[in-house]
């Protein structure tokens, strides 16, 4: 699946801070592995998910082999592991695969109608 939505950020060491502890809307971050099968059923899903959250929250992946430093510092031991950041802050966090209404739920609260 393409990422074409403008939401959907790939964020670095050096762009983390921008693109998503100083973003204005919260942000759904993934760390994920390419060799780790909850997280080729996640990912799919996210992006398809992304564009319903235009304007309310951004969607971000790390991939934790190209950005291990990220992953320490968000304490990542296993994979897939998401965290929602809102004002700086990890307001939200789980680790493995969850469905798409589990993620609502998770998210809505920090997002706004």
């Not at 939505?5 to 060491?13: A, R, T, V, Y």
């Not at 398809?48 to 190209?66: I, S």
């Not at 998401?82 to 809505?108: C, H, N, Q, T």
């Amino acid at each position: 699946m393409s990422q074409n939505s403008s939401n959907i950020l790939n964020p670095s060491e050096s762009s983390f801070e921008a693109q998503v502890l100083d973003c204005k809307v919260p942000t759904l971050v993934d760390f994920w592995a390419p060799w780790c099968p909850p997280c080729r059923l996640l990912k799919p899903e996210l992006e398809r998910l992304a564009p319903e959250l235009a304007g309310r929250a951004n969607v971000a992946f790390v991939n934790v082999d190209d950005h291990p430093t990220l992953a320490q510092a968000f304490g990542v031991s296993s994979v897939p592991a998401v965290f929602v950041v809102k004002d700086r802050r990890i307001v939200d966090g789980w680790v493995g695969y969850s469905p798409r209404g589990a993620i609502m739920s998770r998210l809505e609260p920090h997002i706004g109608a």
